[in-house]
């Protein structure tokens, strides 16, 4: 049975490959083909780009990355990676492409000729590229999700050999001259957004949150994704990154419209990958500044009752001098510092209200964890998401009478909460419940 499987698994990878192979030589070329009859094609670069040397050996890194991607397919250990890992390279193809079609861009430096044995890899490599597809750099691309899958198959010293190759290969993009400076990070924004987009422990699975509060926050983020495109098109030179901006507003729209708070993807320990970091960096700053904003005048944390205590989302040096035993976490958008204690996350996106089985498994959370010891529940400002919370705790321990009895003694504790009226429902409907419970 065993070999049965290692055979079919063996067969998808070939099959996988091949097809993989197929499509990318017949939609480069085609990309090709058709930018090249385009008068239209303008070029993307720097004036400090004419400084990049040209070194003739790193078409050796270049070209490996040919080998990495068959390699990397036949080395996958189980039907889910080697799905994940073909599904990642194909998202790349398709999104390079697209763009490289709707958007075309030309290489605009004049390659002198080589000889030698580089020589020869330089001729046989123009044989069929040309220097029409570059941003995002599909290399780049493909090499983000190929370094990701290599450095979760090898370890210790081969891993850092990895690391050292990998970076030249990143180098070799414009040491070779195949590309200009911007075509790097968008090509590693990009390589990012597919390894996103198929997550290890699964695929999304798609909500629509049509006529709801998540829909319009959804119509905000796509109007600042806008604006952020339209500034840097038109500001242009290093204008030009706020094209990661207008990417990081684009997903927290998507999160808001379709995925939910997991597609953050923050980790159980609170953290979040290289991978999403690199995705959402310019809005979780944007993000991090305001929730200390808001409360710069107000204590990070409020003791409630019973070794129960609400605040913002704590930093590993409030963490430090603050001996939390356990943390309740309801912010999907930041990470928390380092903590060793006992952590429960519980993402929910910001501005959008607790469900009533979520008010439950919240309650149930705090009253198990505050017995243990001092607990904190957070989330990016401890105004809303936390104190909702917290409310549902002190309801269904029936340390409050009614829900408005439940946010007044939260409020004395920490007075800028804000309970939406959509969430005050939902907490009366949701207490209704424990009372016909009982």
Request: charged content about 15%; glycine content about 4%; proline content about 3%.
């Amino acid at each position: 049975m065993m070999k049965q499987c290692s055979i079919q698994l063996n067969i998808k990878k070939c099959l996988w490959l091949i097809g993989l192979t197929v499509f990318f030589f017949a939609s480069y070329n085609f990309s090709n083909a058709f930018t090249a009859e385009r008068n239209d094609v303008s070029s993307i670069v720097f004036n400090w780009e004419t400084l990049i040397p040209l070194w003739s050996w790193t078409i050796v890194p270049y070209w490996s990355i040919d080998l990495m991607y068959g390699l990397a397919i036949l080395l996958a250990k189980s039907n889910q990676s080697l799905k994940i890992l073909c599904f990642r390279l194909l998202t790349a193809q398709i999104i390079c492409v697209c763009c490289f079609l709707l958007f075309p861009l030309k290489f605009s430096f004049d390659r002198p000729a080589m000889d030698g044995f580089f020589g020869l890899l330089f001729d046989f490599l123009m044989g069929f590229d040309k220097p029409f597809n570059q941003a995002p750099s599909l290399h780049i691309t493909l090499l983000i999700i190929l370094w990701q899958f290599y450095a979760n198959y090898f370890q210790t010293f081969f891993r850092n050999i990895l690391h050292i190759w990998c970076l030249l290969i990143a180098l070799s993009v414009l040491t070779t001259w195949q590309h200009h400076f911007f075509d790097i990070p968008t090509g590693v924004w990009v390589g990012c957004l597919c390894i996103w987009l198929w997550p290890n422990d699964g695929i999304f699975t798609l909500k629509l949150a049509f006529l709801s509060k998540q829909y319009r926050w959804a119509f905000i983020y796509c109007c600042l994704t806008l604006l952020t495109m339209s500034l840097a098109i038109y500001m242009k030179g290093w204008g030009l990154w706020l094209f990661w901006l207008s990417g990081a507003f684009l997903l927290v729209a998507l999160n808001y419209l379709l995925i939910g708070a997991k597609g953050y993807q923050k980790q159980s320990n609170g953290h979040f990958s290289l991978v999403v970091i690199l995705l959402y960096f310019p809005y979780f700053i944007i993000m991090w500044i305001n929730s200390r904003l808001w409360t710069i005048r107000h204590h990070p944390n409020n003791f409630i009752e019973d070794n129960v205590y609400l605040g913002r989302i704590p930093s590993t040096y409030y963490l430090k001098h603050n001996q939390f035993t356990s943390i309740v976490d309801l912010c999907a958008e930041l990470p928390i510092g380092q903590f060793k204690g006992n952590y429960m996350l519980m993402p929910i996106l910001d501005m959008t209200p607790l469900t009533q089985a979520q008010c439950q498994m919240t309650a149930e959370i705090i009253e198990q964890y505050r017995l243990q010891g001092r607990l904190l529940v957070c989330c990016a400002l401890g105004y809303s998401r936390s104190a909702t919370a917290v409310i549902a705790w002190l309801l269904w321990t029936h340390r409050a009478k009614d829900v408005d009895d439940a946010i007044a003694k939260v409020r004395t504790c920490r007075r800028n909460i804000v309970i939406s009226t959509r969430q005050r429902l939902i907490l009366i409907e949701w207490s209704r419940n424990l009372h016909a419970e009982i």
